[in-house]
């Protein structure tokens, strides 16, 4: 199983970035799926999931800027961040919860396969 995040890099304030999380070796169609960050010097934190429904949480300072999404015909989730600030600065991880069921879990301990990250970086 291999998580492969793509889309980070260099944006000023204010600006968009489209991450990408691409799942191969199986599918994840009725798994959550969840987005983290780290920031240096920093523990990694939740930034939001979507369950195999659709329905998805966020963390209370994205919420409204950031929007995610799965398509399960390509195994790939995607994290839409809009309006970004200096402080959305971090290294970006998607996880997979192995558990088939719809709970977004928050925690690192609740999700089973991570990517490698890819960096965001946001100038003010």
């Known amino acids: 199983v291999q998580l492969v995040e793509s889309g980070g890099g260099l944006v000023q304030a204010g600006g968009s970035l489209r991450l990408s999380c691409a799942a191969s070796?199986?599918?994840?169609?009725?798994?959550?799926m969840g987005w983290f960050r780290q920031a240096p010097g920093k523990e990694r934190e939740f930034v939001g999931g979507?369950?195999?429904?659709?329905?998805?949480y966020y963390e209370d300072s994205v919420k409204g800027r950031f929007t995610i999404s799965r398509d399960n015909t390509k195994n790939t989730v995607y994290l839409q961040m809009n309006r970004l600030k200096p402080e959305d600065t971090a290294v970006y991880y998607c996880?997979?919860?192995?558990?088939?069921?719809?709970?977004?879990?928050?925690?690192?301990?609740?999700?089973?396969?991570w990517g490698q990250g890819t960096q965001v970086t946001v100038s003010s």
């Open positions: 996880a997979a919860d192995r558990r088939m069921w719809s709970v977004i879990g928050t925690s690192i301990s609740e999700y089973n396969y």
């Open positions: 070796g199986r599918t994840f169609s009725s798994n959550t």
């Open positions: 979507i369950n195999r429904n659709g329905g998805t």
